[in-house]
């Protein structure tokens, strides 16, 4: 059956209709897009930025959000760049800007401190993300493709919602999820340095 254009002009019946919204800059998402995807998820965060930085500064208490979330069984990953690997020292040169890649890194891990050891909660880092940045709320999901030598809340973002199977969604989630699983645990490599700092001390 053929649909009226009118219809096929407003109503998305091909694999664009789990693209709800693009924004030419990320900054242009309201952040009340933001706090409603992350108060709604119930079972699954990931926030697989490079640096997450933007989040601790547009979303107070967040730390304490994540926790609550957490303690009711919603999952919750951060997949963050290696402040000191070759790949975040190229970014680095690349953006040449003032709060280095590597420093916003570090705010991040300083913040992700006060949800260590709470169960459901991990972290990792990776650096194969560093040209796109994936976060997923449940069924929905920003995406943000770095543009050259633009910092991410200069880049476009896309806001989709799972509707189908291989579609767009699960293309990024597949990314996400591989990116993952390559990734090395923060919190064991921070207590394996530790150690080994007491020990030559």
């Given at each position: ?18 693209v ?5 800059y990320r ?13 709604s ?7 697989a930025?490079y ?11 967040l ?10 069984g ?14 975040t ?9 003032p ?6 890194i ?6 992700i ?9 991990e ?5 194969e993300h ?14 943000t ?10 880049s ?11 579609g ?34």
């Open positions: 059956m053929l649909w009226p254009a009118a219809i096929r002009n407003t109503v998305k019946t091909g694999p664009d209709r789990e709800l919204t693009v924004y030419p900054s242009a998402c309201p952040k009340s897009i933001w706090r409603s995807l992350i108060s998820a119930r079972n699954e965060i990931v926030f930025g640096t997450n930085y933007f989040l601790w500064l547009e979303h107070p208490n730390a304490k959000i994540l926790k609550r979330k957490a303690e009711q919603c999952k919750i990953r951060f997949l963050i760049g290696d402040p000191g690997s070759e790949v020292r190229r970014r680095e040169e690349v953006e040449n800007v709060l280095t890649v590597s420093t916003r570090r705010i991040t891990l300083s913040e401190e006060q949800v260590r050891g709470v169960p459901g909660i972290a990792r880092f990776g650096d560093i040209a796109m940045s994936v976060f997923r709320f449940d069924s929905e999901m920003l995406v493709p770095y543009l050259a030598k633009l910092v991410g809340h200069d476009p973002m896309m806001h989709l919602r799972r509707y189908q199977d291989d767009l969604f699960d293309r990024f989630g597949y990314h996400a999820s591989e990116l993952w699983s390559n990734g090395r645990n923060i919190w064991a490599e921070s207590q394996t340095e530790r150690a080994d700092s007491a020990s030559s001390g």
